[in-house]
């Protein structure tokens, strides 16, 4: 890893933090799956235009059509759950239970990829992730915890690494990752639209700050952003890129507590070491001994 790959890892992840943020204040004027609605609507948009001017082909292998659904499926849930999630929690507990994801990947890489099975120190790692996530869930401190928003961050957690399996694991893989990222937001926004009603109003207290939040996800986040981090993908080593994802509950953490005055409890620091350090050794890439 260069220094180059390292900031621009570093940004992404500080970039992702941040979204939290955008996303709950973004929810003062839209509900929460509206909200993930019209992103998805407006990053369909923003990824065709894309694909038109770069010359990427729409036409997609008919066999990777089961996969590309089914990851539509499982993205729909993801945000569907994140975003009420940020609805009714405070940013950093719903990003230290999110964002141990790689340990939820890890449990069934190995079970599924032979080449992927558990070593000490990933078995390490895993102990602390959870043993984290547990200390998150067990805390019940403040005013703004809620069990169903900490078990939505969960399965929100579940359904990013079963995108993951998903596109390992079928012929979607094949195809480029616009393509892939096309897929997860034309399924998704119509089902998040049409669901939106059933989780409350669809428009809140609508103003110029909501309007800037959904556009920053559209444009940074749902389209061009993914793109810059499957770019940064087909650069680095996978096991370097993900090594630096630790760093994005950090920051999320962080964030929370500097811009919207959240009350994180010592035990969700805590909490937050643990999936971090959890993270770190679960991604660490093994030395090669000569």
């Not at 141990?100 to 890489?109: E, G, Q, Y």
Request: charged share 10%; net charge positive.
């Amino acid at each position: 890893m260069d220094a180059f790959g390292a900031a621009a890892l570093i940004a992404f992840a500080l970039h992702l933090a941040f979204n939290q943020v955008v996303i709950k204040v973004t929810a003062g004027g839209f509900g929460p799956v509206f909200q993930a609605g019209l992103r998805s609507a407006g990053a369909v948009v923003v990824l065709f235009l894309w694909m038109r001017l770069r010359g990427v082909s729409f036409s997609v292998p008919r066999a990777a059509w089961v996969g590309g659904i089914a990851s539509g499926l499982f993205f729909t849930l993801e945000f569907i759950c994140l975003f009420v999630a940020l609805d009714i929690t405070t940013v950093s507990r719903a990003s230290v239970i999110f964002y141990s994801m790689p340990v939820w990947l890890s449990l069934i890489a190995h079970v599924l990829f032979p080449g992927e099975r558990l070593t000490p120190v990933k078995i390490a790692g895993l102990v602390l992730a959870m043993s984290g996530v547990a200390v998150a869930l067990a805390d019940r401190s403040g005013g703004s915890v809620s069990w169903m928003g900490d078990l939505l961050a969960l399965t929100a957690a579940f359904c990013w690494a079963a995108i993951v399996i998903c596109v390992r694991s079928t012929p979607l893989s094949t195809v480029p990752p616009a393509q892939q990222l096309m897929f997860q937001v034309l399924v998704s926004a119509p089902i998040l639209l049409i669901l939106a009603p059933l989780f409350g109003p669809l428009l809140r207290d609508v103003a110029p700050i909501h309007l800037a939040g959904l556009l920053f996800q559209i444009i940074a986040i749902a389209s061009l952003g993914f793109l810059v981090w499957f770019w940064l993908m087909s650069i680095y080593p996978a096991s370097s890129v993900a090594s630096f994802s630790f760093l994005s509950p950090v920051f999320s953490v962080i964030l929370g507590w500097l811009l919207l005055s959240e009350d994180v409890a010592p035990s969700v620091w805590g909490a937050l070491v643990l999936v971090a350090s959890g993270i770190y050794l679960i991604n660490r890439k093994p030395r090669v001994h000569p």
